[in-house]
């Protein structure tokens, strides 16, 4: 069974940092490209970032400008987000999710953890 | 970058109603467009990717459709489970674009 979990959300005063991680199994990790997906609460999804099996592609939402850095390791079969100079809208939960191998779709998500950015 | 646009926002029907929600792209995304389902506290869930390939074990009361920038997402007789925000989001190249949802709820 494919299992990813989020975790290191909680409270952060605004230009704080916060190091998200996302635990996975039951698949095959080096193989997938990986993404973050936030909704801020009672709003929609927003994509956030995505990183490709081999570390070579990383890509992220023009919003972030720069704050944010995906990362992998594949050896613990785990994906990361750093997020630097945290604002009050970044507060969200961040969702995981892995891409099929063939197209681009997210076939498989988190439950997702929750940061709030506040003072 | 590509903009996704679902309408309606909201929609209110009775069970057994055919529902249809539409998304549009801003430019031209062939059929590279997912569907996905989200229920209040938890993550979203795959229904159908290509514009409409069921993903398996969705209900076959689910149906894609469109090409290009025009998409529908119809369920043909609404259940009451179906109540929940449903994302188009293209996926044809970064950034991954989600449309701004549609909620939708029992009458």
């Known amino acids: 069974e494919v299992q990813l979990v989020e975790s290191g959300g909680g409270l952060v005063k605004p230009g704080g940092s916060l190091r998200l991680s996302c635990s996975t199994s039951g698949f095959t990790f080096t193989s997938y490209t990986m993404n973050w997906v936030r909704q801020a609460p009672g709003k929609g999804l927003e994509w956030v970032s995505s990183i490709d099996s081999t570390l070579t592609y990383m890509y992220y939402a023009d919003s972030l400008k720069g704050r944010f850095t995906i990362s992998r390791d594949n050896t613990k079969n785990s994906l990361y987000l750093q997020m630097n100079s945290l604002r009050a809208e970044d507060t969200a939960v961040y969702y995981c999710?892995?891409?099929?191998?063939?197209?681009?779709?997210?076939?498989?998500w988190g439950q997702g953890t929750l940061v709030t950015v506040s003072s | 970058d590509i903009q996704m646009t679902q309408s309606p926002s909201s929609l209110s029907a009775s069970v057994g109603d055919r529902v249809t929600i539409t998304c549009r792209a801003s430019?031209?995304?062939?059929?590279?467009l997912a569907w996905y389902q989200q229920k209040p506290g938890k993550p979203p869930k795959l229904l159908i990717y290509?514009?409409?390939t069921l993903q398996s074990g969705v209900p076959s009361r689910f149906s894609g459709s469109g090409s290009g920038t025009d998409f529908t997402l119809t369920i043909s007789s609404l259940q009451p489970e179906d109540v929940a925000t449903y994302y188009c989001?293209?996926?044809?190249?970064?950034?991954?674009?989600f449309g701004q949802g549609t909620k939708l709820e029992i009458k």
């Open positions: 430019q031209g995304i062939s059929n590279f």
């Open positions: 999710a892995r891409e099929d191998r063939v197209y681009d779709y997210f076939d498989s």
């Open positions: 290509a514009a409409s």
């Open positions: 989001q293209k996926y044809n190249s970064a950034p991954y674009t």
